[in-house]
């Protein structure tokens, strides 16, 4: 699902001399995980580089897809449909209503409009934004925007999940709604990857933690052929699509 092998990333050189770290890590669907570490260690780094918004430097391979510096611009565009990625400061359309705002994945990707008007009206009720759908984005609060950033990020039940530090850390309802809702989104075959400083204590899911800057574990004598290193076993096979909606 996703191979990083010796994935050149930045990170401040205070905490890894010359500010590069070198990352492999391995997971499959239906697998989940937190990306903590101080500020500057490369979390968001990270996420850009799985969200094919920056160059890679080594091997990754992402929803299956091996990226190579010949990528197909059609194979990049179909593959970010299948991503959603709620970053740290997400940008709408300032002339279009929230609602639009959100139901642009869905329009990108064609589906039908009597879907896409019903999708949109779901996801804005699970977020609890169908008092805003009308609004333009400008007139609305960090919160409500990062609300709506959610429900854009997830109307496609994306196969990979992203989710920076704000959303996860600004209000404590909006955290627990969306963990609930991604864990629902895992438990049917997606992959998640959540950033933050430190995983918040008293929070259950995801189990597995990815801590930033990297430092790989000194490879055994029988493991020093094998490449990539897995970091994490594979979980049971889970249901090949997601057929849930959001209501
Ligand atoms: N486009 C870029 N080119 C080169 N270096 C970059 C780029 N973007 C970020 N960096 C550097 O990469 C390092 C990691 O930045 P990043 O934003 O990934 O950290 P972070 O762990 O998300 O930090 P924070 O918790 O403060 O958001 C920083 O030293 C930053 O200066």
Redesign the pocket.
């Known amino acids: 699902m996703i191979t990083l092998h010796n994935l050149s990333l ?3 050189p205070a905490l890894i001399q010359g ?1 590069l770290q070198s990352l492999s890590l391995q997971l499959q669907r239906g697998e989940a995980l937190w990306v903590v ?10 996420l850009d580089a799985l969200a094919l918004r ?1 160059p890679v430097a080594g091997s990754a391979t992402i929803l299956n897809e091996p990226l190579s510096p010949h990528f197909p611009a059609r194979t990049r565009q179909r593959l970010r449909q299948r991503i959603g990625y709620i970053d ?1 400061n997400p940008l709408f359309m300032d002339r279009l209503s929230l609602a639009d705002n959100i139901a642009l994945p869905l329009e990108l990707a064609h589906f039908r409009h009597a879907e896409i008007q019903r999708e949109t009206e779901a996801i804005l009720q699970w977020f609890g934004l169908q008092d805003h759908a009308q609004a333009l984005p400008t007139t609305l609060s960090h919160t409500t925007r990062l609300r709506a950033a959610c429900a854009r990020a997830l109307i496609t039940h994306p196969s990979l999940i992203l989710v920076d ?1 704000p959303a996860l850390t600004l209000c404590p309802e909006l955290q627990e709604h969306l963990l609930s809702t991604i864990k629902d989104l895992v438990q049917n075959g997606a992959t998640a990857l959540f ?1 933050m ?1 430190t995983r918040p204590p008293e929070v259950s899911f995801p189990e597995a933690t990815l801590t ?1 800057p990297y430092n790989p574990p000194a490879p055994t004598e029988d493991e020093k052929e094998e490449t990539p290193p897995s970091l994490f076993a594979p979980l049971t096979p889970m249901a090949p699509t997601y057929e849930g909606r959001f209501s």
């Open positions: 930045p990170t401040s500010g570490g101080p500020a500057e260690s490369g979390k968001t780094a990270l920056r740290a530090e950033a400083r930033l």
